[in-house]
């Protein structure tokens, strides 16, 4: 049985925001596609287990970040790791855009954070989502997920600047 019209189109609407998730994690384009090429299929065959009391974008999320450490396993297993790729990346991008250099050094920052820091930190600020939004991706507690986000913005700060907070307030977020 074929998913209906209206599931279709809202997993239309979410691909932008589910290849930036994926780009986010693997730092390749290439690698990112095939994520989500990945998730979507995996989507289109379980259209009847998804909850529509649930917010697609969260149950695709879920569904990318299990196949992206599916993969992460599968290439442990394998040993084929290609760093180099990161850097073809980014050299990449840098000739494209020749006012990249604050980017690069983000992304630089980000690909030294492990998986369990960068993930969430991701979800919550670049996604948006909250962070009962981003426990139910990552099926860890909410409490969990503040507790990475937290060190993984200590770690960016050390990384980017003097390691000193910022002087401004952050923007501070309700947990329900």
Known sequence: MNAPDSFRQQLLAAIPRLRRYARS????????DDLVQSTLERALAR???????????????????NAHQDGLRRDARLSVLEPV????????????EPDIGL???????????T?????????VVVEQLSYAETAQVLQIP????????SRAR???RRLLGDGKPPTRVPHLRRVI
């Open 25 to 32: 994690l693997v730092f390749d384009a290439e690698r990112a």
């Open 115 to 123: 998986p369990e820091l960068r993930a969430p930190l991701l979800l």
């Open 154 to 156: 200590q770690l960016l």
């Open 47 to 65: 259209w009847q287990q998804f909850d529509e009391r649930r917010e697609l974008l969260v149950w695709l999320l879920s569904i990318a970040h």
């Open 103 to 113: 980017r690069l050094d983000l992304l630089a920052a980000l690909r030294t954070l």
């Open 142 to 149: 909410p409490g969990t997920v503040m507790s990475r986000i």
């Open 85 to 96: 790729r990161v850097e073809q990346e980014l050299d990449r991008q840098s000739a494209l």
